[in-house]
């Protein structure tokens, strides 16, 4: 009797050991996949990173797609710009020089991750020092965008911790 219960206990173990289904599936809030003739593309939302190559100009990612982008933009739009921030990351205060040719106002914007305005404020002064106190906002990364007249002249990724 001990014999047959061992070898029924054993087959149930082999059988459970091996219904397991290990194709790469994904489960996301969000994906898609789009091809033509020559091209396809696809997307998700919330995959690890697996390998990304880059040569040329172009950007390969194989594997899993990535989980977070950090999007930075830097834009300039003369050469003889001369714009600098500091600490980042920060805790409190942001300082913020800037020596900008011309006339235009200069307009300074803190921007959340979601788009949400939380400082702007305009200067007459192409040349100065100033400070953004941040400690009224909570520990996250913001955006600090510089604009001279209707132009953007650069933007800033900033980390509040």
């Not at 020089?97 to 002064?125: F, H, R």
Request: hydrophobic residues 40%; contains cysteine.
């Amino acid at each position: 009797m001990k014999k047959i219960t061992i070898i029924i206990i054993g087959l149930l173990s082999y059988h459970v050991a091996f219904c397991q289904s290990l194709a790469p599936e994904v489960i996301s809030s969000s994906g898609n996949y789009f091809e033509n003739g020559t091209v396809s593309l696809s997307w998700t939302l919330g995959e690890p990173v697996i390998e990304t190559d880059s040569a040329g100009g172009h950007i390969l990612t194989q594997g899993f797609q990535q989980s977070r982008y950090d999007i930075v933009v830097v834009e300039n739009i003369e050469e003889n710009l001369n714009i600098s921030l500091y600490p980042n990351p920060t805790s409190q205060l942001l300082n913020l020089d800037w020596e900008i040719p011309g006339n235009a106002a200069v307009l300074i914007e803190l921007i959340d991750m979601q788009g949400k305005k939380l400082i702007d404020k305009s200067y007459m002064e192409n040349k100065s020092k100033k400070q953004l106190n941040l400690s009224n906002y909570p520990a996250a990364d913001y955006f600090v965008r510089i604009s001279s007249g209707n132009k953007l002249v650069k933007t800033f990724k900033v980390t509040k911790h």
